[in-house]
């Protein structure tokens, strides 16, 4: 790691408390002409005085200085360099000019650089957390590409926060040799890898973007956000990564043709993640819904037909079956109101009625898990007989709802999207593989089946449904 | 409280239960023939037992007994009776005769009814928690009306924990007596309301809608969502309140003449109440932008145009002002883009520029307060002085930058709404009046802001702009 620093607030500094924090499994060496030592390891004043063999290097100098540590690289043979450093072709003519000195250095002496202006990257597999931002992702099958620094940070510590793990994340920088397009070719490829998330500003929509995308698409889904979509938002991103955008119906005619999900927020794009680590492809786009509640039916129902997704009337079979498990004024039809029943037993007979019907292709619950927490304040008048009566009512069925739920949607290959108003630890972490997944509201629920609904008819349009998850 | 129980499981028992636990300031007298104490509250028989004057009636009996309990109200001269029970006209038929016997009487007697088959009634001056929701809302200056109880419900729980205070709340359930025009009309009267929230299913959208909801939209700003937008959801809304739905376009075409502001999720609406409870009305649709990275700056930017609103590119005075606050590859446009840059002073001196600059009406912000915690896990090989460096490092200026931002929005009338990658207890909670309102992403502060000038834009053609915050 070149410009590695002691003196805290320098980023050299930071990211290498990141890398030694998230337990990086291989060697760090420290390089800076200045100090004998940082964090415990010996520092060498330059690259040339390192005794070991290296694999890439991290490069966080001033950006004058690039260029000879690109020499001493090449003069060690290091194949990968990581340029940290900004104040390259983003910035001007002058940083341009730099930028090309390095990718000719770099291309004479046949290394390859990430960035330079990129934020670092991660990779689960050896804990290396060469980051800017001080998260520690947490590890799984999600991997992502961001042409921006910031946006990509943002997923990493949501993804921590709501339980979505990533495998690879590079912040792509400014793409002076290796491109976006490289790393979705390579992300198609990596085992570890089965979710794609992109956040794209300048890329040529071309026919490499499109073959590549397409082909990868066909592995496994690539859910995007395309920034610059209007005017004021390509001048934007003129003045950041350097790149030129360009017309939005360009890149969504590609972004359609080429499989992959456009998205338009952040959270979306969480969302999209969440639903494809963990839910099988849905072969259509009709929906059952059941709630505990009317409200929440009638919003997930219109939300449904807002998205192109259909809402089909439950056939008399079901609703006799339904007529012997709910009182008589439940709502005869889809959505199911399961009106004020709370119990665990006649939501889990419903639920095996709508994911076998064969009408429908993914079933949205809301209120499955729900359990209102009570808090006492100071003005409490509830006596403490009364408190140990609400608490012993308070049934949690949440492990016996979740592992049948789970067994549903591994037998019928249906998902099984949930509306949970606050997310619970059990839900978030751990349990990889089909499982249901919740949202703490309607809205982003049928969202997030949409861009599964959208994959599921581009894999059936292509007829290469088979074997995808 | 008619039907009140001493068995958990009950809703006669959840609802005494929460009155309790919110600390009602009135007293309560629990009615049922099997019970001599609820909750250590002396239990009596009947309503004709009860030996003081009774300001309102809380009903949980079976639909069934409703009437009598009625008749009993009408003997003790009880003006008020909120019917939570169900299984009225939203049933059928029968339903429906029996609320027309119940409505009868309550004319009769010159009773007026919330209900019935409502949740229940919010109200936080006399600490009035008579609601089937375990949730106790956070007291504020937000009022509610929802044709959903579990909608509602939703609403109170997301603001307790998104810091959303509420005045008063009603599940106007069937609305065979009051309607929801009436709880308009009276939140519009109402001197503790300053932002009134609806969530309507059912509703004429007639003359007396549009002129009641004007009258009060030019007093304070109304947000609505309207269940029941597409075939799917109105079908659902048939089942579910037993009233009509009616075309989309109808509606849209009278809250717009009304003023009032629909979003059309329940994640939304919340997040217009924290804007308007917090931010001064812009006079336009003008909006400057600031970001500690380029991603969101494009985003933000992207979601402006996308909603209708202006990002004006800008001026040189101001451009060459900001080039003496950041290092020389700033974005040199609007969004500014501050790069690395992470002090507090020369952000805080763009905001003066920004708040003062007269060709915009509002500022968005992402990063201004963001701090990004630390976690140390096994893994991790920091040495322990370096975890001091880094704790040391981490400068927060919360309370420094909020307080300049409060005085900024209150000197210059623009809203200042932020993107906060995680909510803060400091910001959530407390401080009433204006002062920068977070949202954890660009697409959520930009949609609320987006609301906040469409109100302004409706107060503006109206000409009444003046005194209103």
């Given at each position: 790691m070149?410009?590695a620093?002691?003196v ?8 290498l ?18 100090e004998k030592?940082?964090m415990?390891?010996p ?7 390192i005794?070991e063999?290296?694999?890439a ?7 004058q ?8 690289c090449?003069?060690r ?16 003519r ?8 390095v990718?000719?250095?770099?291309r004479e002496?046949?290394?390859h650089?990430?960035g ?7 990779s689960?597999?050896?804990?290396l ?13 999600v ?9 990509g ?25 290796i491109?976006?397009?490289d790393?979705l ?10 979710v ?10 071309d ?16 859910i ?21 955008g360009?017309a ?5 005619g ?13 959270q979306?794009l ?6 494809f680590a963990?839910?099988?492809i849905p072969?259509?786009?009709?929906v059952?819904i ?5 409200g929440w ?13 259909v809402?089909?009337?439950l056939?008399?079979?079901?609703i ?5 498990l709910?009182p008589?004024y439940?709502?005869?039809?889809n ?8 119990a ?11 994911t ?6 993914a079933?949205?619950?809301a ?18 007989e ?8 308070g049934?949690?069925r949440?492990?016996?709802v979740f ?34 997944v ?20 581009f ?5 290469a ?5």
């Amino acid at each position: 790691m070149v410009g590695a620093s002691a003196v805290p607030g320098k980023w050299g500094f930071t990211i290498l408390f990141n890398i030694l924090n998230g337990g990086f499994t291989g060697k760090i060496f420290p390089v800076n002409p200045r100090e004998k030592s940082i964090m415990g390891l010996p520092c060498h004043a330059s690259l040339m005085d390192i005794p070991e063999e290296i694999d890439a290097a991290l490069i966080v100098t001033p950006a004058q200085a690039v260029p000879a540590v690109i020499d001493d690289c090449g003069a060690r043979g290091i194949p990968y360099a990581i340029v940290i450093t900004s104040n390259f072709s983003e910035t001007g003519r002058e940083g341009a000019r730099l930028e090309r000195i390095v990718i000719d250095k770099a291309r004479e002496y046949g290394m390859h650089i990430v960035g330079p202006n990129t934020m670092g990257i991660f990779s689960a597999n050896s804990f290396l957390h060469a980051l800017m931002p001080t998260v520690q992702p947490l590890h799984g099958s999600v991997s992502m590409l961001s042409q921006s620094g910031n946006v990509g940070a943002e997923m990493l510590a949501r993804g921590l926060a709501e339980g979505v793990g990533f495998a690879k994340f590079v912040s792509s920088g400014n793409e002076a040799d290796i491109t976006c397009v490289d790393y979705l070719r390579y992300f198609g490829e990596d085992e570890a890898t089965q979710v794609i998330l992109a956040y794209l500003e300048g890329v040529k929509p071309d026919a490499d973007l499109l073959s590549v995308a397409r082909s990868v698409s066909l592995q496994k889904p690539i859910i995007v956000v395309k920034g610059g979509r209007t005017r004021a938002g390509e001048k934007a991103a003129a003045s950041h990564t350097g790149a030129m955008g360009g017309a939005a119906t360009i890149y969504r005619g590609i972004f359609r043709q080429a499989g992959m999900i456009e998205v338009t927020s952040s959270q979306r794009l969480m969302d999209s993640a969440r639903v494809f680590a963990h839910c099988p492809i849905p072969r259509g786009n009709r929906v059952a819904i059941i709630t505990r509640g009317g409200g929440w039916g009638v919003m997930a129902a219109d939300a449904c037909e807002e998205n192109g997704l259909v809402v089909p009337p439950l056939p008399q079979e079901i609703i006799n079956e339904v007529d012997t498990l709910l009182p008589p004024y439940w709502s005869h039809g889809n959505p199911i109101d399961m009106v004020a029943v709370t119990a665990a037993e006649p939501f889990l007979k419903c639920m095996e009625l709508l994911t076998n019907w064969d009408g429908v292709d993914a079933v949205i619950t809301a209120g499955a898990f729900n359990r209102m927490a009570v808090t006492y304040s100071e003005r409490s008048r509830v006596p403490a007989e009364c408190r140990q009566a609400m608490a012993a009512s308070g049934d949690d069925r949440f492990a016996t709802v979740f592992a049948a739920l789970q067994r549903m949607i591994a037998e019928t290959g249906k998902p099984v999207i949930d509306v949970m108003l606050f997310p619970r630890e059990e839900e978030k972490n751990g349990v990889p593989g089909y499982r249901p997944v919740s949202f703490p509201n309607t809205d982003r629920a049928v969202q997030a089946l949409t861009a599964l609904v959208q994959y599921g008819t581009f894999l059936k349009t292509q007829g290469a449904a088979a074997g995808i998850s």
